[in-house]
DNA sequence: GTGAAAGCGCTAACAC
DNA sequence: GTGTTAGCGCTTTCAC
């Protein structure tokens, strides 16, 4: 592999010509870039991004940590910060934690290790390791979470405004006993949508009943399992509201195979967007802007690094409900 | 941030002792060991990657170019090849080439540019780059397609089995007007998915009319379009063998909106499961074992590292039938 | 078993 | 505008 040097004894200049060359610096004599651009095409120079990493002592990575690759929301969240990162330069590390606060712990140090000049988080839930990347000036912003104890730059949906317009809409649909499947007791989002669920209930007159209210993970199975456990209760719910995406479609195959109709038998309201318009009946859903949520995401990430001491900022996105078939029971739907 | 040369001052031992203690070697003095630990430990030390890349000339990035993260597909090849790297020391770059060769030979460079350590890519319909890399000596495994210029590492499933398997699935489920929608002409998987449906029809003596073939994009939009232009001919199908998982999702979509029932008035199988349980009808399918792909492609990727000069092996795994309810017609379904 | 020292390929002072 | 040179932090001969 030909070096920086090979070019410069080629094109009879110094390596430090060859270098502003490289890096499109301005003040170069014309014909001397272009004979040094002659020899590096001769040679077919490609540059060592390592050893320009070493020596400029950061990276042109961004990292991003998620918990659960399988889920549109972060995929499409992915999509935006790197349509977002590559025209500035950088490549964007997709790291997947599944929800193991180890795996997560060895994505952060491999961070700090690499030199990766960004990070874009979204924190399983008791998470030091935000600290020490702040701590370690690693620029950071956190998505979908809420981090208490960590002044950090954060894009996030409200989440409590959003829960209660969806249970506030299977109400006004007149549906009377609301169930709640959210996620893991503690994580942010699950805890911020229960909240919703839970003030639209009482600010419509329904008592809050915490037998009707499921803990589970997020993933489809969870979203099975939970449904499942509500329909064996002696008095089963008219109407659930999921508090993400992929638990959505395992609670609705669940009611399905309970011979049960959506949304005649049980109302449905979910959160997060699924991509495929193929679902039937059609889900009403509490829908995100990933993609903004990505693209905001980004740019604060830009932002702090062009500069390292602003003020952080919490940026919270508006969410839309989107009212489709599987919450509008029949005698309603015209 | 404290280097390998603040450790060894500390624990009064060289700079190579520290690297030999970092690195586990085995030829340390146990109480020098315990002693540099300890100074490693006080000063917080984190070894700096970039400069062990740049010193040993590679990384342990191991690097995925995919054309489409939205597909679960790849997601889930991801997946397992993040299961393989991970526990062998090498963290995974996901690259997405939305099928844009620039965009692929950006992440191509930037790869080599980077040293990364091994490439698992799924490459755009003619491409020069996987050529570049063997070339340069990277190892690389290609999986999905199979390079007909290039000698590599590969990984594939039976496209041409699976599609004549779900072609005549259909045939025996009665249907006679059998379309195909398929991806772009020249794409690997595309041609032979093609060609599969082709056999099966003119093995059963059903004449091939390419007036029912459509090449689409792989995408959800491209299934509803090559779907709208099979239903807007004056003799439409009864079934279609679509062959991708994303164009299924669009095309069962335009089938409902043009209030036809699936299987009764169209029978559909796809290629490629989708992992949501929730469709309805469920979707008889072609199913890939994805996972396992990217298993393969992986420990493939590892054992080319150890052993470059070794064979370059094809390996193709075989396809299941899924036989849901999108395939069998009302009358036949008991 | 341990240390001294060279050098991976590049960039950025600094000198001219 | 161009060249000289000193490292970035680490690993790895090679000598002891």
Partial sequence: MATIYDVARRAEVSPATVSRVVNGRANVDAGL???VRRAMSDLNYRPNAVARNLRRSRTSFWAVIISDIGNPFFTAMFRAVQDVAQPAGYSVLLCNTDNDPEREEQYVDATMAEQIAGVIISPTA??????RLVDARV????IDRLLSDT???TVLVDNDLGAEDATRHLIRSG???IACITGPQGLFTADRRLAGYRRALESEGIKYDPD??????FRQEGGHQAMESLLSDPVRPDAVFVANNMMTIGAVGRIFDHGLRVPQDVGVVGFDDVPW??????LSTVAQPTYELGRHAADLLAARMAEPDREPTVLTLPTELKVRQSSIPRQRQD
């Fill in 33 to 35: 870039a272009e004979r």
């Fill in 139 to 142: 620029p950071v912003v956190v």
């Fill in 175 to 177: 549906y009377r006993r």
């Fill in 277 to 282: 318009s193929l679902l039937r009946p059609a």
């Fill in 212 to 217: 009707l209210v499921r803990f589970a993970d």
């Fill in 151 to 153: 002044l950090v730059d």
């Fill in 126 to 131: 008791a998470s030091p390791h935000v600290q």
